[in-house]
């Protein structure tokens, strides 16, 4: 049994307990309240055995972890509808949402996944958004995207899509496009740059 494949069924058996608390607190507290303290726990465990450890879990509680998946320290899932497709790698001090992930997606530091661009609504007319139900919807970062540091992500981004780091995605960005600002337009695409 080679280093990482201990690594992987130590952090399993290390698993169980927390998943046991996880379970009883959904029951206590709910699966939402539940999963962001389980989350904070988590994402505070450092090096090797923490990225163990939070691969080992998440594999039990979000809809799917593919393999060979980096969760970098203090990054945190605010929705168990999260997919993570093969080989995706999340930067460290991250925020995911509810959002599907394709392979080979790389999330840089500070990145955040948020459900959708209107999660609390419009204001009431009392003018309170906190008299608003919460309106969470699933984004999509296709196949081999890259999302700089610093980005913030609310609609959907194509496979092999670039997002500049500190952008500010509000609208679905094409496959192959790259793009950076606020809020996010495209720099050059990919079809361009072999027109060119």
């Known amino acids: 049994m080679n280093a990482k494949k201990l690594a992987q069924s130590v952090a399993a058996l290390r698993a169980i307990p927390t998943l046991m608390r996880y379970r009883f607190a959904c029951r206590i507290m709910g699966q939402q309240r539940a999963l962001m303290q389980l989350s904070e726990l988590l994402s505070a ?32 899932f605010s929705k168990t ?15 995911i949402g509810s ?8 999330l840089a530091d500070h990145v955040q996944l948020l459900s959708g661009r209107h999660q609390h609504g419009d204001a009431s007319s009392s003018g309170s958004l906190h ?32 997002v500049g ?17 606020v809020p996010a337009k495209s720099i050059v695409s990919h079809t361009n740059r072999q027109a060119a």
Not at 46 to 70: C, E, F, K, Q, T
Not at 84 to 92: A, F, K, P, S
Not at 99 to 106: K, L, S
Request: hydrophobic letters at 45%.
């Open 99 to 106: 959002v599907v992930m394709g392979d080979d997606v790389m």
């Open 165 to 181: 780091a500190g952008a500010v995605v509000t609208k679905p960005v094409a496959a192959g496009d790259r793009v950076g600002g």
């Open 45 to 76: 465990k450092p090096g090797m055995m923490g990225l163990y450890l939070r691969h080992a879990v998440y594999r039990r509680i979000l809809d799917h972890v593919g393999n060979d998946v980096y969760i970098g320290f203090m990054s945190q």
């Open 81 to 95: 509808h999260a997919q993570l497709g093969e080989r995706v790698y999340i930067g460290r001090f991250c925020t």
């Open 131 to 162: 008299e608003n139900s919460h309106v969470y919807q699933t984004i999509t970062i296709g196949k081999g995207a890259w999302i700089g540091a610093g980005a913030v992500v609310m609609a959907d981004v194509g496979a092999g899509a670039i």
